[in-house]
């Protein structure tokens, strides 16, 4: 993103006694991040989405791309609670405040809050922003303003409410849902999601383990201290681990010994948990319905070296030639477990969008039951917390008389023992109290069921 050119006053001089103050670092990186917050939020696309093809993304120093990215995350992550706040400041609804004006604002109040950057910098940086961006050129002295009494006034932020962060409607729905949970959810989405890392098998992750920088997990999984480029990490090319979520691991875990048994996986893209099954020796279908999921598998697949039988098809309808010993189904959902690595989600939602998930899983695990020989078991799951896409659709498949709930148990889940339900299901809402090996994760609702 070029500087625009140098427009001085006739005989107006440069350098020390007079011309223009020295040029104000930072400011570029304030810029594509607030474009990248108001581009996804005007788009409903994805932040990731965004950020690929943006050519003044691109331009930027690795170290301000990293910037940039960190600081457009943290202000999706955080949207609504930061809004609240600006509502405080400035006396007046967020929703009121021209957009590229209130974008520039939220990415100031993130570094402030959320990223704990120096006052001066983010103040001084994001006004330079705010006039070299056409769209807010006369919004510079109304940046400074709110972004200095940000600086002063953090306890404005400190003290809105935890489910502030969603949209009104979406934090009455999991307040009712999840009770005293909801505001813990959503005090951990404001806070930067770690990488955890799943590998082919424990020598790999032994000898990764020395190498990267990196926190040994309870369940055998490693947490990055640090993941600026996951693609140039040691071991990535090499199909030695791949990037997946404690919580998500959990799943395919939940079979036991699947060496030397076949096994269907459902609605199997990206393949994380298709990944994990290949490697511990499961013979392995991977379904999926669409072909852009499907080659994402596939290429993830072949960088793990790891064999799959890919099937593109519609869940609901195909069925295998003979049963499977046992099938995974991570069925399509809300998602509102994984806001905080997708924040931009909850914005754009309805509550119609979410009245639609049930019966494409109710019809999914059905489906599911009849892939599956008597005795094998099934593994239901959804990123979601909210209980008519989980316990709700489980009961419903039970009381069918096909599928039995095998109870998980807390030695099959070291790290989650927390997140036990009394059905013996689980659901990986971060806990009231965090104690030593306890981890923290996306929310996932999992069940554990064997045919009848």
Known sequence: ???????????????????????????????V????????????????????GNADYSALSPPDRGYARATASAALRALGRI???????????ADTIDRPVLALLRIGCAQLWL??????????????AARRWPETRRAGG???????????????????????????WLAARLGSALGPAAARMAQLQIERPAIDLSFRNLELLNEAADRLDAERLPNDMLRLRAS??????????????????AAASLAARLFGDVSGCSVIDLCAAPGGKAMQLAAAGAHLTAVDLEAERMDVLLRNFERTELPVVPVLADARIWRPDNPADHVLLDAPCSALGT???????????????????????????ASASEMVRPGGRVIYCVCTPVPEEGEDVVRNATAAGRLKRLPISPGEVPGFEHALTP???????????????????DTFYVSRLERT
């Open 115 to 128: 990223l704990d950057s120096p006052p001066y910098a983010v103040v001084s940086a994001t006004v330079e």
């Open 142 to 168: 109304m940046v400074n303003a709110v972004l200095r009494r940000a600086s002063r006034e953090r306890q404005v932020f400190d003290a809105a409410p935890p489910t502030s962060v969603w949209p009104e």
């Open 228 to 245: 600026d480029s996951i693609p140039d990490l040691d071991g990535y090319a090499s199909g030695d681990w791949w990037v997946q979520d």
């Open 83 to 93: 809004d609240w706040s600006l509502g405080a400041l400035t006396d007046r609804a």
């Open 33 to 52: 991040a607030a474009q990248l917050v108001w581009n996804t939020l005007e788009t409903t696309s994805s932040l990731d989405s965004n950020l690929r």
């Open 339 to 365: 806001l905080r690595r997708h924040p931009e989600g909850a914005w754009s939602r309805t509550p119609g969008d979410l009245g639609r998930y049930p019966e494409i899983q109710r019809a999914l695990l």
């Open 1 to 31: 993103m070029p500087a625009p050119p140098d427009r001085r006053r006739r005989g107006q001089r440069s350098g020390k006694g007079g011309g223009r103050p020295p040029p104000v670092e930072g400011w570029a990186s304030r810029l």
């Open 423 to 441: 059905d013996g299901d689980l659901l990986t809402l971060p806990p009231e109290t965090v104690t030593h090996g306890t981890i923290l994760s």
